[in-house]
């Protein structure tokens, strides 16, 4: 980082390694979203709307990490480090799409089911009391 040291430097990595995190959900956004028939211009629409999103986000990271004492040339850097993870992992995510689209139909029903046992389970969560065995009301 620099000549950052002590809690400065521990400001801007964990500013960096956010942003770097959330970086990796929208590449994922863009990879998915140039699947499907109309992939071209969803894809588009989606990179040039997280492109515009990302230059507040780069302004941030320049704008935590100038002030604490880094290089403007160096807080660009990164900058761009941290959007890194977008277009490597948009690639694989767009042929996982392509890979698998005929399951798409089906995918909206999976994220709930998880939460079907414990719902359908007379006592879900057997150290508490339900309001029938816990003698108040």
Known sequence: MGDLKGMNAKKVMMVVGIMTLHAFSEGLGVGVSYGGENGR?????????????N???????????VPRGESPA????????????????AIPSFYF????????????????????????????FPGIASPQTSGHG
């Open 55 to 65: 230059i507040p986000e780069g302004l941030a990271v320049a704008l935590v990490s």
């Open 74 to 89: 160096r807080a660009t850097l990164w900058a761009i480090i941290s959007s890194l993870p977008q277009p490597l992992v």
């Open 97 to 124: 799409v392509q890979l698998f689209s005929f399951l798409l139909p089906y995918v909206p029903s999976l994220p709930p089911s998880p939460f079907l046992p414990p719902l359908l389970h007379p006592h879900p």
């Open 41 to 53: 211009q969803q894809g588009t629409f989606m990179t040039l709307a997280i492109g515009v999103h």
